[in-house]
């Protein structure tokens, strides 16, 4: 099963990817993440990585592009995976076109201003990117693998507007491009009630 997850930063794909990710095991691809990785490096490449990411602008096309079509062409992916957070431009959806063929396409719905809100109080694990919510009270160490918690550079107020500006303008056109494939679902409530429907819709897939 190759599935792409589509929503605004914050909607919470990288949540819902994770539990696709364990019930049909298959991988899941986020391409912020492989980006986070990259940028803990020292070279040149990796500060301007690094510094995009912190503006909240996007990682031009063609790196990423490359960078996606490297690791879907590892041997996990052979069975499936679940893209989250790429593709983010129509320029990237038409690179994908030519590198593999999508199953389906899950859009996440969230309005902004709850959106804002989340992202504000997001705090992540330094080493294994775990989501935490300052709401939460402080904690200063991953409850997982005890890495530092921090606040991403991207969820800075400044940051947040201009990703979501980014995300209106450049990837919201995908939800026109690939309407044929989507199924829709609202991450207004939990989760688990978010994932139920999802699940439903990705067993059926499968049986195909
Ligand atoms: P979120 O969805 O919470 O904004 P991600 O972890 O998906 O965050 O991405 C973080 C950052 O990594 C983006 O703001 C962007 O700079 C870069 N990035 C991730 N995916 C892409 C992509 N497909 N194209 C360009 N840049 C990307
Ligand atoms: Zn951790």
Redesign the pocket.
């Known amino acids: 099963m190759k599935l792409i997850l589509l929503?605004?930063?914050?909607?919470g794909?990288?949540s819902l990817a994770k539990k696709i990710s364990a019930d049909f095991a298959i991988p899941q691809i986020?391409?912020?993440?492989?980006?986070?990785a990259l940028a803990k490096k020292e070279d040149d490449f990796a500060k301007e990585?690094k510094a995009?990411?912190?503006?909240?602008?996007?990682?031009?096309?063609e790196?990423?592009?490359k960078m996606?079509k490297e690791r879907i062409e590892q041997e996990d992916c052979k069975n499936g995976f679940i893209l989250?957070?790429?593709?983010?431009?129509i320029a990237?959806a038409k690179a994908l076109e030519n590198i593999t063929s999508i199953d389906s396409v899950i859009l996440v719905e969230l309005p902004f201003s709850v959106i804002i809100e989340r992202?504000s109080s997001?705090r992540t694990c330094s080493s294994c990117g775990e989501i935490y919510s300052a709401t939460d009270g402080k904690l200063e160490n991953c409850k997982k693998c005890g890495g530092k918690i921090i606040q991403?550079d991207?969820?800075k107020p400044e940051?947040i507007k201009h990703?979501l500006k980014?995300?209106e303008q450049s990837t919201s056109p995908l939800i026109n491009f690939y309407s044929e494939r989507l199924f829709k679902v609202s991450n207004d409530k939990s989760l688990e009630e978010t994932y139920r429907p999802v699940k439903t819709f990705l067993k059926n897939l499968e049986e195909k």
């Open positions: 929503g605004a930063p914050g909607s794909k990288g986020s391409t912020g993440d492989l980006f986070r990585v995009i990411m912190a503006s909240g602008g996007l990682v031009p096309d790196i990423t592009c996606l989250d957070g790429f593709p983010r431009t990237q992202l997001r991403r991207d969820d940051s990703r980014v995300y």
